[in-house]
């Protein structure tokens, strides 16, 4: 029996996520450091958005966007810059600085784990949670 309950266990913490996400601090720093162009409830038009030249897409949106499946890690490289894309520069800063003090792994949707500052994996598992059907 004790095998048993042992072996749930195990399959339990399998399932879960790589590491404990802490969605209520990516909350508290989406609002920090991203509301000012994403607006408070993540869907664009935040007040800088008026002095930025490209407009803050609607990041509720963005499993709709991708056949339902939620980017983890294109999001996470766009917000940390490992976006090859980003090599030239864009109007949104980067912040893998701010962040990178601290990596953990999460898993991504292709289901490998990856390395990313604590708190863009917290801001992005919160992100997670508004996704629009
Ligand atoms: C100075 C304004 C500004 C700030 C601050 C900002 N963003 Fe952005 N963000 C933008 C703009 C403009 C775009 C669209 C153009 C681009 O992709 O560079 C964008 C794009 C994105 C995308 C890409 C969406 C996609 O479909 O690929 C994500 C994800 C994102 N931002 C998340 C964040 C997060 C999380 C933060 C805070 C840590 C943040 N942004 C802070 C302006 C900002």
Redesign the pocket.
């Known amino acids: 029996m004790k095998a048993a309950t042992t072996a749930i266990a195990c399959l339990a913490a399998l399932t879960q996520p790589a590491v404990a996400r802490d969605v209520q601090a990516g909350a508290e720093?989406?609002y920090s450091?991203?509301a000012?162009?994403?607006g408070d409830d993540a869907t664009g038009g935040g007040p800088?958005t008026e002095i930025?030249n490209?407009?803050?897409?609607d990041?509720t949106a963005?499993a709709a966007?991708n056949e339902g499946v939620f980017p983890s890690a294109?999001?996470v490289f766009?917000?940390d810059g490992r976006d090859p894309t980003l090599a030239h520069g864009?109007?949104?800063?980067i912040?893998g600085d701010t962040f990178g003090d601290d990596l953990v792994p999460f898993r991504s949707e292709f289901g490998q784990p990856i390395l990313a500052g604590r708190g863009?994996v917290d801001?992005?598992a919160w992100?997670e949670t508004l996704q629009q059907p």
């Open positions: 720093a989406f450091y991203c000012a162009c994403h800088m930025l490209a407009d803050p897409p990041l963005l966007n294109r999001i766009r917000i864009g109007p949104m800063p912040f863009i801001i992005v992100l």
